[in-house]
Structures are given as structure tokens and as C-alpha cells.
């Protein structure tokens, strides 16, 4: 089985990629605005449930994107440390309540309170990521750009993007080929060496796929050009496709989330759910 770049379009016979990539586009980002702007465990719960369905649903393999999730798992991991160490005791301050579980040094302290805060914060994201791997795997690149053009977005950058997507497996199966060839001619890149020589031979990769990065460029930009792209204001798309059923099902459906969202969070005044009352 043919090995899938990380960030592209992966093709697969389910509901989810039946759906117009404009529908995907507001679902993604209505999603994204009910994760972001509540902190009530409730509401994140159901999301993240919601979240897992909409995966399983697509068809995508965990082992597909699991390298886009590794490193989301850093960053999450990052931004949970970070949080604590400047502010070791914002969760007390929200929750106007304070339970000791461990005493660390100075004013750093593990109270109930601030673990309750970290797991809202991170349900938070685990809410956006699968939504977003989804919206980026289960749409083509020419239709991604044919939905921001329907929202209003200029069709130049909408091409620059779909562009973008494009490249990214043909670099990752660029550095692949030119992996290959360096170390047909000897060259060590198994990461046995010490890190100053892997530094090294490295070189003897990314030099290479700068420029036949940089030659790619410029012989898309020259088509560009001698076919008149950037002429006109407006412009037609072969991947554009009309709203469907399901279309409109899965709008009312994510927009239905968002009121409901916005509902129960400022039900009382306040964006945090409090337990400790």
C-alpha cells in the first residue's frame, strides 16, 4: 500500500467526502467557534463525542494523520505546561475554590481546581483537530479552493492555497526520491552519526529540494501567466458542485450546535461551568 503524505487529500467512499467542500468549510469553522468559545465541560463532552462519530464516519484511518496528530499532541502538551507555569493558579481564581492535591515549591501547587481547568482546555482542542484533519483529508484541493471562492474570498487566494495543498505531497515525494539517491551514493542519513555530521549530510537533501523546489515555481508560475491567470475578477470552478440534501442537513446540524452552544455557556452569565459550587 502506497504510503499517504501528511496534510493531503486521501480519497474514500463515505459521507463525509460527499459533502460539498463549502459545507465543509462552514461546518469547520461554526465548529470551531462553538469549541472555542465555551469552557463548559458539558457542552465539550457532547462535542467530543460528536467529534469521534463524525471521524469514524469518514472513513479515515488513524494511522493516516497520525503523525499531524503526534505533533498536535506536542503542542497540546506544550500549551498545557506553559499555562501552568505562568499561571499556576488561574484555575482557583475561576472557579473560586481551591483543593490541594500536591504541594510542588513556591507558588507552584496542583489543585483540583487548575486540573479541572487543563482538562477543559485540552477537551477544547481534541474537539477542533479531528474536524480540521477531516476538513483538510476528505477535501480535493481544486474544491477547497471552489468553497472559499463561495464565501467571498478572493479566487486568487484560493488557488495560492489549493497550490499549497498540492505541493505538499509531491515535496514530501520529492525528499523521498532525493533521500533515496543521496544514500545510494553513500551518504549516512540513518541518524547513526553524531549530530553535527547528520547536520551535514542533511545539506546534501534540503539543498537539492530548495531548488527543485524553486524550479516547480517558477514553471507553474510561467503556465500561470501565458494562460491569463489574475486577468479577471471573477472566475468559474470545474470542481464546484451544487448543495445537496446531505448538505444542507450537515449545516443546520452544526449551526443548530453553535445556538445551542452559545445558549447553554452564557445561560447564566458566565463562559465556565463550575462544579465546585
Not at 40 to 63: E, N, P
Not at 70 to 83: E, I, R, S, W
Not at 193 to 200: A, E, I, N, Y
Not at 245 to 264: C, K
Request: charged fraction near 15%.
Amino acid at each position: 500500500m502506497a504510503k499517504i503524505a501528511i496534510l493531503s487529500y486521501i480519497k474514500r467512499n463515505s459521507l463525509v467526502h460527499e459533502l460539498t467542500g463549502t459545507t465543509k468549510l462552514i461546518f469547520f469553522l461554526a465548529w470551531s467557534v462553538a469549541s472555542m468559545v465555551t469552557y463548559d465541560t458539558r457542552v465539550l463532552v457532547c462535542m467530543l463525542l460528536v467529534s469521534a462519530v463524525v471521524f469514524k464516519i469518514s472513513r479515515i484511518r488513524v494511522r493516516d494523520i497520525s503523525v499531524v496528530l503526534g505533533l498536535a499532541a506536542v503542542f497540546l502538551l506544550l500549551n498545557n505546561l506553559f499555562v501552568y507555569l505562568f499561571a499556576p493558579e488561574y484555575g482557583v481564581e475561576l472557579y473560586e475554590s481551591r483543593t490541594v492535591l500536591l504541594t510542588i515549591a513556591g507558588p507552584y501547587t496542583i489543585t483540583l481546581q487548575q486540573l479541572f481547568y487543563h482538562l477543559n482546555m485540552t477537551m477544547k482542542v481534541i474537539c477542533v483537530v479531528p474536524v480540521a484533519l477531516l476538513f483538510i483529508a476528505c477535501t480535493d484541493p481544486s474544491e477547497f479552493a471552489a468553497s472559499l471562492s463561495s464565501i467571498g474570498v478572493s479566487y486568487r487566494i484560493g488557488y495560492s492555497v489549493s497550490l499549497a495543498l498540492r505541493y505538499i505531497p509531491d515535496v514530501q515525494r520529492e525528499y523521498h526520491n532525493i533521500s533515496q539517491a543521496q544514500q545510494a551514493r553513500g551518504i549516512d542519513l540513518s541518524g547513526k552519526d553524531k549530530v553535527f555530521t547528520r547536520l551535514k549530510n542533511s545539506v546534501a537533501i534540503l539543498l537539492p529540494l530548495v531548488l527543485s523546489s524553486l524550479n516547480r515555481i517558477e514553471t507553474v508560475s510561467n503556465a500561470m501567466e501565458l494562460r491569463g491567470f489574475g486577468k479577471n475578477k471573477k472566475r468559474t470552478w470545474y470542481a464546484k458542485r451544487k448543495m445537496q440534501r446531505n448538505d444542507w442537513l450537515a449545516i443546520g446540524f452544526v449551526l443548530t450546535v453553535l445556538v445551542v452552544d452559545m445558549v447553554v455557556t452564557f445561560w447564566d452569565g458566565n463562559r465556565f461551568y463550575n462544579p465546585f459550587v
